[in-house]
Each structure stands twice: as C-alpha cells, then as structure tokens.
Nanobody, 121 residues
C-alpha cells in the first residue's frame, strides 16, 4: 500500500508562488518506478491533470500552466514537487498527488488527500 501526503498549499496573492510537495510512504526502490502527477479540482469542476513526471523523468503539463509550473521528483526522498509561479485566481483548487505504475496487467493507482490552494487578493 502506498500513502501520499501533500503539503505546501495555502492562500497566496495573484502573481505569487507556491511549492507543493508530495511525500510517498514506500521504499525508495519502489518509488523509482512510479509515474507521478499532480491533479487539481476546483469547486463544481472535474478533476484535471496539471502536470506529470514519468519514472524516467519525462514531464508533461496542462496548457493552462505551461511556463508557470514545474514538476520535479527527488527519488532519494520519495517526494514529488510542483513549483507554481505567477499564480492566478483560476488556479484556485484542491491539488492532489497521484502515483501510478503497471505491473504486467495490473495497474496500481494511488491518490493523496489533497491540499488547498487559494489565489486571491
């Protein structure tokens, strides 16, 4: 079983920055093989992908955050990060960490509890 714990959310003014962290409670060896991602869900909207990073380090971003967000991982710390800059009110949402891996035909998919990000003046 994998537990994901997000931190770093909060209230920030438009134009500000936040760094979200997601710590995984699994062995370092196993964490290395997980693809990690950040999703967000705003009130009344569906959960959407913000950014992802594969076990090999390849990254992908939603168009809405390209150029403003950077996803990274520290396999030695079992942690994935989301650096968010130039934040906008429309970035307000609960941000969730996700871990996925495939083993043969079995898909292992885990979610964190989420951390609230509010962008407001």
């Amino acid at each position: 079983q994998v537990q994901l714990v997000e931190s770093g959310g909060g209230l920030v003014q438009p134009g500000g920055s936040l760094r979200l962290s997601c710590a995984a409670s699994i062995s370092i060896f196993i964490f290395n093989v997980y693809d990690m991602a950040w999703y967000r869900q705003a009130p009344g909207k569906q959960r959407e992908l913000v950014a992802s990073i594969t076990s090999a380090g390849s990254t992908n971003y939603a168009d809405s955050v390209k150029g403003r967000c950077t996803i990274s991982r520290d396999n030695a710390k079992n942690t994935v990060y989301l650096q968010m800059n130039s934040l906008k009110p429309e970035d307000t949402a609960v941000y969730y960490c996700n871990a996925v891996r495939m083993q043969l035909t079995t898909r292992y998919n885990y979610w964190g509890q989420g951390t609230q990000v509010t962008v407001s003046s």
